[in-house]
């Protein structure tokens, strides 16, 4: 049920029940009158009673908490009675509205409206407000939720014709600010505040979202490609500052090669090839036959069981 069916329900005093002080004062009279219809054997303090109880029960009246009743006395304005026990003059004042005071959810949305880009979007949003000014809001308004259902909607379309599709989607919260802002200016005068707004859903169409998906992809590859590239550069750094270290130090160029040929002839099933100056010029010939008795240690039963080789 919608917040506007709530309201138009509790508009009129017709549509509530009765309450226990009303039935009291129905059955009291009622009841005396047919007590002396019994006794004197004549209907008219009956009937008396029974037409006196029903114009006594139309008096009092019962406002929840919540709730405040405008009264008004031959059509202009009385007072605002409520919350609690309160009475009336039968058929001289009557209730025209019954206020509810809490704060009421509404929600409202924009189908297929522009933006200031000229992209049709679809906007779902929820407004959180409340009546703070009874009196206002029944005599200064017809209705006043559906006038503040409007008012949401034309000021939701009034933004978004203003705004472009990048901004709606990124600030959202400035926009639901905004938005309060203006619902609020507009329903001050008819005694209602609005608490806040806040956007549920931004329905863009289905080819622009595969257009945005990949130019998001192509961002990311872009960024991506950079990262790389600014990688690179690092490491041609290091490097190039590695061999500055090396440039007048052949013994460390030299163990630094003996290593690295280490590394790779220990592993098992490893092959390298190196040319014969190399090997000569490195002294290489001790470093490939510790490397190839390694191999060879690594290839036994034992060592490939986990123990030790046997002598």
Same mark, same amino acid.
């Given at each position: 049920m919608t917040p506007f069916s709530v309201a138009r329900r509790r508009e009129g005093a017709d549509l509530r @029940?009765?309450? $226990? $002080? +009303?039935?009291v004062f129905l059955l009291v009279p009622a009841l005396a009158g047919? %007590?002396?219809t019994v006794t004197q054997k004549n209907p008219a303090p009956g009937i008396a009673g029974i037409v006196l109880g029903l114009l006594l029960m139309q008096a009092p009246k019962v406002a929840q908490q919540w709730e405040r009743a405008i009264v008004l006395r031959l059509g202009r304005f009385r007072q605002m009675r409520g919350p609690g026990l309160f009475f009336i003059v039968p058929f001289i004042d009557t209730i025209t509205a019954w206020i509810d005071q809490r704060t $009421? !959810? !509404?929600s409202f949305a924009a189908e297929q409206t522009l933006t200031s880009d000229t992209v049709p979007v679809n906007v779902d949003a929820v407004l959180f407000w409340m009546v703070h000014d009874a009196q206002k809001a029944a005599l200064e308004v017809q209705d006043y939720t559906q006038a503040v259902s409007w008012a949401a909607q034309t000021a939701l379309r009034d933004i978004i014709g203003r705004t472009t599709l990048t901004d709606l989607?990124? %600030?959202r919260e400035r926009i639901e600010n905004e938005l309060q802002l203006l619902i609020d200016q507009r329903s001050n005068p008819w005694g209602v !505040?609005? @608490?806040s707004v806040e956007m549920r859903d931004v329905i863009i169409p289905g080819a622009l979202q595969? +257009? *945005?998906s990949r130019e998001a992809q192509a961002a990311r590859e872009k960024q991506a490609r950079i990262i790389l590239g600014e990688a690179e550069l690092a490491i041609a750094e290091s490097f190039a500052e590695a061999s500055r270290s090396y440039q007048n130090n052949p013994t460390a160029l030299h163990l630094r090669? *003996?290593?690295m040929l280490y590394e790779g002839l220990k592993e098992k099933g490893a092959l390298m090839l190196i040319p014969s100056s190399a090997v000569e010029s490195m002294g290489m010939g001790g470093l490939m036959g510790a490397a190839a008795l390694q191999q060879q240690q690594l290839t036994k039963p034992g060592a490939e069981a986990g123990k030790p080789p046997s002598e």
């Open positions: @029940s009765p309450n $226990i $002080i +009303a039935v047919v %007590g002396l $009421i !959810t !509404t989607l990124r %600030g !505040t609005v @608490s595969d +257009a *945005m090669a *003996m290593n």
